[in-house]
Each structure stands twice: as C-alpha cells, then as structure tokens.
T-cell receptor, first 113, second 111 residues
Framework: GAGVSQSPSNKVTEKGKDVELRCDPI?????LYWYRQSLGQGLEFLIY????????KSGLPSDRFSAERTGGSVSTLTIQRTQQEDSAVYLC???????????FGEGSWLTVV | SQQGEEDPQALSIQEGENATMNCSYK?????LQWYRQNSGRGLVHLIL?????REKHSGRLRVTLDTSKKSSSLLITASRAADTASYFC???????????FGAGTTVTVRA
C-alpha cells in the first residue's frame, strides 16, 4: 500500500486478555516505530526497529509489552494480560532510516474494559 | 527529558487569520518535524526542517528553526476550518533517530 497500514482500527478487550496489534510499514522502509498516545496526551515512544539491528526497546512500559518484526517488514505489538491503563491509541510509523521523514499509520484504538 | 514543548497549548482563531505556534527543545537536534493530528488518530507529516536550515515553506505553512534558541515555529497563514487539529513538533537527535514529541497545540479555526 501507499502508506503505513495498521490493524485492527479498533479493539475492545477484557482486562487480563492478550492483544496483538499489527503494522505494515511503507514498502522499502527499514525503520519502524511504535508509539502510544493516551487520551489528550502527546506520543510516548515504545520501540524502534532499524534493519537487522537489535531493536531499541527502551520505551516499553513493562514486560507485558513486546514487539517483533518479521522479515524486516511487518511488525506485531503484543500486550499480555491487558490492564485498563493500557487503553490508548497505538501508532506505528516507518521511515527509510537515519534522519528521514517518519510516516505514521492511522493507529489502533485499544480499549480495555 | 529531551521532549519538545509546544506553546500555546490551545489556540482559537477566526477563519482567514494566521496561526502561530512554537516548539522548544533542550539539546542539539538532527531534525525537527511538524505533524498534524485530526480527531486523535493518525499523524500527518507537514514539514521536516534540518538543523542546518532556518526556514521552510509548504503551501500555507511556514516553519522556522532557531538552533541558538533551541526553538521552532509553525505559521499557518489564511487559516481554514479544515486546519482545526492538534499540531505536534517532534525532534530527533544525533545517533538517536526515535522522535520525541511534545504535548501538542490544539488549534480551533472558527468559521
């Protein structure tokens, strides 16, 4: 596709369940980012993948959060044992790497009830 | 924190007026990017300005960068109702390409 694609657009889950959020970056982009945005807040960095390098996981808030990127393309963000404070929009972004423009997807809105 | 900070937090203007918002940051940057967000969903990239640039234009948008003051401004000229959105600045740093975002400026353009 032409842009960063994320699925699902919206997800409602029960507290304690696991969720998976998917990101398809722009074709050819080697850098991929995950951010989280709580209601009315700025963006909080979660994790950064660049090519075959070890990911920068410094923003993951707890060990319930993990992400992987298969084949240098699609990425999945997994949240285990979801809590109500995990409710947020999860935004994926990609770029050609380095200090190039970073393009965002439309986000996945997660609601934990 | 290396986060940028936008000022003001909120701005309400009449259609046709200009809107100016500012962004300050704390340490030397590689680039500064401005984004627009409608209704809390995806971010739309507006302009990237590099640390060796001082001004860039894109349509009705003008971005300036003053590295001595560690600040940037975004000017929207001849605003329209469709410009109603939240605007964020984001910075990246040497050898650290993840973007750090400020809390954003919410702009409301009244018809």
């Amino acid at each position: 596709g032409a842009g960063v694609s994320q699925s699902p657009s919206n997800k409602v889950t029960e507290k304690g369940k696991d969720v998976e959020l998917r990101c398809d970056p722009i074709s050819g982009h080697t850098a991929l980012y995950w951010y989280r945005q709580s209601l009315g807040q700025g963006l909080e960095f979660l994790i950064y993948f660049q090519g075959n390098s070890a990911p920068d996981k410094s923003g993951l808030p707890s060990d319930r959060f993990s992400a992987e990127r298969t084949g240098g393309s699609v990425s999945t963000l997994t949240i285990q044992r979801t809590q109500q404070e995990d409710s947020a929009v999860y935004l994926c972004a990609s770029s050609l790497g380095g200090s190039d423009t970073i393009y965002f997807g439309e986000g996945s809105w997660l609601t934990v009830v | 924190s290396q986060q940028g900070e936008e000022d003001p937090q909120a701005l309400s203007i009449q259609e046709g007026e200009n809107a100016t918002m500012n962004c300050s940051y704390k340490t030397s940057i590689n680039n500064l990017q401005w984004y627009r967000q409608n209704s809390g969903r995806g971010l739309v990239h507006l302009i990237l300005i590099r640390s060796n640039e001082r001004e860039k234009h894109s349509g009705r948008l003008r971005v300036t960068l003053d590295t001595s003051k560690k600040s940037s401004s975004l000017l929207i000229t001849a605003s329209r109702a469709a410009d109603t959105a939240s605007y964020f600045c984001a910075t990246d740093y040497p050898n650290d390409y993840k973007l750090s975002f400020g809390a954003g400026t919410t702009v409301t353009v009244r018809a």
